[in-house]
């Protein structure tokens, strides 16, 4: 079974008082994956994600609080969780596709897989600071 490594992504970066807590793996367990490569990596996709924007909204789906996981295993294939503001959103079929793209771009991912997730729903409690300043939400 290969080990997997999470990334949270309701870090203190993000402000939402109610971030729910993602899965991280043992602390006994290795990554294949070296930790500053992971780091790169993580660092590409996040910059990557931030390229997909929702067209009704100005702001990228990251700072947006869109994506919930990120998750990479030994075999550096990919798995998004990522959720809309509203699951009747017209680009509900295409947005998934633009972050699996997105997401492609980075060197050293093999697969991209992403999972459109309604659990838990998404609120504007989730968004960055950056968002809400961006959408003079304060």
Known sequence: MDERD???????????????????????AQSAIPQDELDRMTDDMIAAIK???DPEIPVDIYELGLIYTIDVDDDRN?????????PGCPVA??????VEDAVSTVAGVNRVKVNLVFDPPWDISRM???????LNMW
Do not use: F, H
């Open 6 to 28: 999470i990334i949270d992504l309701n870090s203190a970066e993000k402000t939402a008082p109610e971030a729910e807590e993602v899965a991280v793996p043992d602390a006994a």
């Open 51 to 53: 390229t997909v924007y």
């Open 78 to 86: 990919v798995v998004v969780d990522m959720t809309l503001t509203a």
């Open 93 to 98: 079929g295409e947005m998934p596709i633009w």
């Open 128 to 134: 960055s600071d950056e968002a809400r300043v961006a």
